[in-house]
Nanobody, 124 residues
Framework: QVQLVESGGGLVQAGGSLRLSCAASGRTFSSYGMGWFRQAPGKEREFVAGISWSGGSTYYADSGKGRFTISRDNAKNTVFLLMNSLKPEDTAVYYC?????????????????WGQGTQVTVSS
């Protein structure tokens, strides 16, 4: 069982940066693949970035390539999403997710554990 709590969201101007954090409970965090997803009003939840259990593999949706960086600190049971050059279309609720897997997963249906989400609003 893993419990996830996101933080770091907020209001930022276009071009700005935010770093989201996801703190996980549970002693087996280091064995979980992690993902960040987002959901804008009226839209489906979409994959943003994922990282393998060791941090050795990462994968990004095209929308975030070159702007977003996912990382993890297994000693602190935390995964991060650094978002640079933010755009108004990045506005959404951002969720972290965890799954007991060695690979990076991109589908929301593939994750069993979810946080409550953190709001990111980018003004133009």
């Amino acid at each position: 069982q893993v419990q996830l709590v996101e933080s770091g969201g907020g209001l930022v101007q276009a071009g700005g940066s935010l770093r989201l954090s996801c703190a996980a409970s549970g002693r087996t965090f280091s064995s979980y693949g992690m993902g960040w997803f987002r959901q804008a009003p009226g839209k489906e939840r979409e994959f943003v970035a994922g990282i393998s259990w060791s941090g050795g593999s990462t994968y990004y949706a095209d929308s975030g390539k070159g702007r977003f960086t996912i990382s993890r600190d297994n000693a602190k049971n935390t995964v991060f999403l650094l978002m640079n050059s933010l755009k108004p279309e990045d506005t959404a609720v951002y969720y972290c997710a965890a799954q007991d897997t060695k690979v990076v997963l991109t589908g929301p249906w593939e994750y069993d554990y979810w946080g409550q989400g953190t709001q990111v609003t980018v003004s133009s």
